[in-house]
C-alpha cells in the first residue's frame, strides 16, 4: 500500500459523458501527478499538480482537465468521453518542494480503470 | 525537450538467466534516474533510484543500475531472474523544466516475461 487512494476503482460510462477521478496524495505528500495507462499508448503523462498550482503539462487532450484542492486532494475531469479513452488512470504523489529542493520518487495509486462504450 | 527511451519492449528469459534492460535518455542538465516496476494487475513501485554518487545503484529484490553519463544510459540488471519477476519495467526521468520545476518523463516500458 502506497498511500495513494483513488476512486473509484472501476468506472462504465458512455460515450459524450463526463466523469471525475478522485485522488488522495500520501499525507504530507504536496505534489499530484496523473498518468494515462493504455495498451497502445503506453503509460502517459497528463498533468502535474503541487500545492495547489499546475506545474508541468504533458500529453493532456482539451477535453480534460484537473486541480488540486486546499486539502491537496486532486480531481482529473475527463468529458466528452470517447472509446480511446478507456485506460487505466494512475495518480501519483511525492513531497517534492516545487522549485528548490530534493527529488523524490513518485508513489502511484491503484489506478482507476476507465471503460468507455 | 527530455526524453527517455527504453528499446526492448517485450523480453522473454527463462528463470535464473541474466537481466539487463535498456533505458537512454536525452538531456543535457542534471538528471535523477529511476526504474519502476509494474507487477500484473498492480500499481508501479520504485525499484530504485539515482541522485548522485556512485553510479552503481543497487535496489530491492536483487535488481541493481548504472548510471553512464557520457552514453545517457541507465540500464537496469539481474544475475538472475525468477518467475516472480515477470512484470513490466518502467524507466523515468526528471529533470527541471523551464519555469525550474521538476518534470518527469517516463519511458514506454518493458515487458518482462520469466518462463519457469
Known amino acids: 500500500d502506497s498511500g495513494v487512494t483513488q476512486t473509484p476503482k472501476h468506472l462504465i460510462t458512455a460515450t459524450g459523458q463526463r466523469v471525475t477521478l478522485r485522488c488522495s496524495p500520501r499525507?504530507?505528500?504536496?505534489?499530484v501527478y496523473w498518468y494515462q495507462q493504455s495498451l497502445d499508448q503506453g503509460l502517459q503523462f497528463l498533468i502535474q499538480?503541487?500545492?495547489?498550482?499546475?506545474?508541468a503539462k504533458g500529453n493532456i487532450l482539451e477535453r480534460f482537465s484537473a486541480q488540486q484542492f486546499p486539502d491537496l486532494h486532486s480531481e482529473l475531469n475527463l468529458s466528452s468521453l470517447e472509446l480511446g479513452d478507456s485506460a487505466l488512470y494512475f495518480c501519483?504523489?511525492?513531497?517534492?518542494?516545487?522549485?528548490?529542493?530534493?527529488?523524490?520518487?513518485?508513489?502511484f495509486g491503484p489506478g482507476t480503470r476507465l471503460t468507455v462504450t | 525537450a527530455q526524453s527517455v527511451s527504453q528499446h526492448n519492449h517485450h523480453v522473454i528469459l527463462s528463470e535464473a538467466a541474466s537481466l539487463e534492460l535498456g533505458c537512454n535518455y536525452s538531456?543535457?542538465?542534471?538528471?535523477?534516474l529511476f526504474w519502476y516496476v509494474q507487477y500484473p494487475g498492480q500499481h508501479l513501485q520504485l525499484l530504485l533510484k539515482y541522485f548522485s554518487g556512485d553510479p552503481l545503484v543497487k535496489g530491492i529484490k536483487g535488481f541493481e543500475a548504472e548510471f553512464i553519463k557520457s552514453k545517457f544510459s541507465f540500464n537496469l540488471r539481474k544475475p538472475s531472474v525468477q518467475w516472480s519477476d515477470t512484470a513490466e519495467y518502467f524507466c523515468a526521468v526528471t529533470a527541471r523544466n523551464s519555469g525550474g520545476y521538476q518534470k518527469v518523463t517516463f519511458g514506454t516500458g518493458t515487458k518482462l516475461q520469466v518462463i519457469p
Open positions: 501519483a504523489s511525492s513531497p517534492n518542494y516545487g522549485l528548490a529542493g530534493p527529488v523524490y520518487e513518485q508513489y
Open positions: 538531456y543535457g542538465g542534471t538528471v535523477n
Open positions: 499525507s504530507g505528500d504536496l505534489s
Open positions: 499538480y503541487y500545492n495547489g498550482e499546475e506545474r
